[in-house]
């Protein structure tokens, strides 16, 4: 009878030493960590174990059945909430008429216009202008899933549409991986935040860095490798610039990398030793932004970022004399610069319309600004197979058409192939195009 006590004794020491109680700071903290897991990274089990017992040697007793029961903890206690919004942003109709006219007014090889209100005075709310761009995210992800092929380079921008076109393909694909394999997705510029946002963080600026971006966009596919520039958007001299991009991620935007590759044709190149293989990429994905003062450009919301410090006082000062344009009741410029892949350039209506000092001072700043960018040149999407391009709202009209319009800004030849865009805007872009005919 001793002996029994004894061996009770020890079997029950023996389990409360694999298993020690969790306080209740620690199970809350560690159930929401798991619930994350299974709802945002639709992890499974043994994958949720293996993360835990990597980053947290101390929990490797946790096994299966405690997974379980804190999961469901997160669900008890309202860590982990349900909202449903009948008015959430729904896939909006295509107009297969004004796709039409745009292909070719421009001269594009494809347009998808979304039967989506870009122009309403509700836009002025930030809510309406996001899911303008959700609304943009859904069609254009759908046209993604057409055009990615096997072992495609997907090069990505910053941008809330980037975003939600990413996010949107990852929600598609979340339970059935699409077949496509061998891809690599890259960003195309450096990020404004100091940090690595969260891809579960509410933070707006989620959606302005393309590393996040990537994440989503990765995730739809079985076996994508990510490639993360986690490079800063800009540094404080141009005479830096070359540093950055000599080795690690950011030779994946070298100007001189991608010349190489360009005269190499299919031949890979032969990277140096320790370094990984960079390729030009097959497809980009890019947004269009308006710089407007008191508008959701990255560059204005993000103005007291640290990173973005390394662009003053250029940036302090073209914001200042943007707002002097706009506040004299202009309305023949409604955005005066625009940006791709966080590239500025003054756009067309600016350089028609702004006095010629002014003109002269802008394109100084633009300058100024886009020579400590961390970011692909103009040139270098060029070498891009397929450039695709979705934007739009009323604030970026005057970019768009400028995009689109590349040789007519004194460039040697047209920068992009395929546009998704709203409704209104797509209207606006076609007159502009009418008018300009028109003109003697």
């Not at 929401?32 to 990597?54: F, G, H, N, S, Y």
């Not at 940036?315 to 610069?337: D, F, P, T, W």
Request: hydrophobic share 40%; net charge neutral; glycine share 6%.
């Amino acid at each position: 009878m001793k002996g029994n006590c004894t061996l009770m004794t020890l079997s029950g020491e023996k389990r409360r030493g694999r298993r020690p109680a969790l306080d209740p700071g620690e199970r809350r903290r560690l159930a929401a960590r798991i619930a994350k897991m299974v709802l945002v990274d639709r992890l499974e089990q043994k994958e949720i174990l293996q993360q835990l017992t990597k980053s947290e040697p101390e929990l490797a007793h946790i096994d299966a059945s405690t997974i379980s029961r804190l999961y469901r903890f997160a669900l008890d206690t309202g860590i982990v909430r349900v909202h449903i919004d009948e008015n959430a942003p729904f896939k909006p109709p295509r107009i297969e008429s004004l796709e039409r006219e745009l292909v070719a007014a421009y001269e594009l090889q494809s347009a998808i216009v979304a039967d989506a209100t870009g122009h309403e005075e509700t836009l002025e709310s930030s809510l309406a202008d996001d899911r303008l761009h959700q609304a943009l995210g859904q069609l254009c992800s759908e046209y993604l899933d057409t055009i990615v092929r096997q072992n495609e380079i997907v090069a990505l921008s910053s941008g809330r549409a980037v975003f939600y076109a990413c996010e949107s393909l990852f929600n598609k694909h979340i339970f059935d991986k699409r077949n496509v394999r061998g891809v690599k997705v890259v960003s195309m510029n450096g990020n404004i935040a100091a940090e690595v946002w969260s891809m579960e963080s509410p933070d707006a600026r989620r959606a302005m860095d393309a590393d996040i971006s990537g994440a989503w966009l990765a995730r739809a596919f079985p076996d994508a490798e990510l490639i993360r520039l986690s490079l800063p958007v800009a540094v404080k001299s141009p005479e830096m610039i070359p540093e950055w991009l000599a080795e690690g991620p950011g030779r994946w935007i070298s100007p001189q990398v991608w010349e190489e590759k360009a005269k190499q044709g299919a031949t890979p190149l032969v990277p140096p030793a320790g370094e990984d293989d960079v390729y030009v990429p097959t497809l980009a994905l890019v947004g269009i932004g308006g710089v407007r003062a008191k508008s959701g450009h990255r560059f204005i919301v993000g103005l007291h970022e640290p990173m973005l410090g390394n662009l003053q006082p250029e940036l302090g000062k073209m914001i200042e004399l943007i707002e002097q344009i706009s506040g004299n009741g202009n309305k023949l410029i409604s955005c005066a610069v625009g940006d791709l892949c966080n590239r500025l350039f003054v756009t067309l209506a600016a350089r028609k319309h702004l006095p010629t000092a002014k003109l002269a001072e802008l394109n100084g700043y633009v300058q100024a600004i886009n020579e400590r960018l961390l970011s692909i040149t103009f040139e270098q999407l060029y070498l891009v197979p397929k450039v695709v391009v979705v934007a739009g709202g009323a604030s970026k009209v005057d970019a768009i058409r400028s995009v689109l319009e590349w040789q007519a800004m004194g460039w040697s030849q047209p920068i992009v192939h395929d546009l998704c865009t709203d409704r209104e805007t797509a209207i606006r872009l076609l007159e502009a195009k009418r008018s300009s005919t028109r003109r003697p």
